[in-house]
């Protein structure tokens, strides 16, 4: 079964909330039928500590916003990888050198990829979305 529509909702809240606080490779995977604890994992990376807190909080106080009340959370200390669970969505904010060590992306590559709007720069490029309608 496919994530459900507040999942996605919810992940595009977080996405831009991330990228407000200027966080790079912003990508979503729908990892619903993985997982049974969750349906999206939404991946962002950050150039330092700081700015991964600073992203990770950024995340918190949107999606407690929009509704979602934070279940988890660990790695704050270190702020090299903090990860936020929101039960439907889960949040993975990593340094950027992590991001590349832990490869998240090829662990989940079976993956459907969550199309996120254009505006956001996790949007893949060569989305059919960008193609001109006829």
């Given at each position: 079964m496919p994530a459900t529509q507040r999942a996605l909702d919810l992940a595009v809240v977080a996405a831009r909330a991330a990228a407000d606080r200027k966080a790079e490779e912003i990508i979503a995977l729908d990892v619903s039928e993985q997982l049974v604890l969750t349906d999206v994992f939404l991946i962002a990376s950050a150039s330092n500590e700081?700015?991964?807190?600073?992203?990770?909080?950024?995340?918190?106080?949107?999606?407690?916003?929009?509704?979602?009340?934070?279940?988890?959370?660990?790695?704050?200390?270190?702020?090299?990888?903090?990860?936020?669970?929101?039960?439907?969505?889960?949040?993975?904010?990593?340094?950027?050198?992590?991001?590349?060590?832990?490869?998240?992306?090829?662990?989940?590559?079976?993956?459907?990829?969550?199309?996120?709007?254009?505006d956001l720069h996790g949007a893949p490029a060569d989305d059919a979305q960008d193609a001109p309608q006829a």
């Open positions: 700081r700015q991964v807190t600073a992203i990770s909080d950024a995340i918190e106080e949107a999606m407690h916003k929009a509704g979602s009340k934070l279940v988890r959370r660990e790695g704050r200390t270190e702020a090299r990888w903090i990860l936020l669970d929101f039960g439907e969505v889960v949040a993975h904010v990593q340094h950027a050198e992590d991001r590349v060590y832990y490869a998240l992306e090829r662990l989940w590559k079976d993956c459907p990829v969550v199309e996120l709007p254009a």
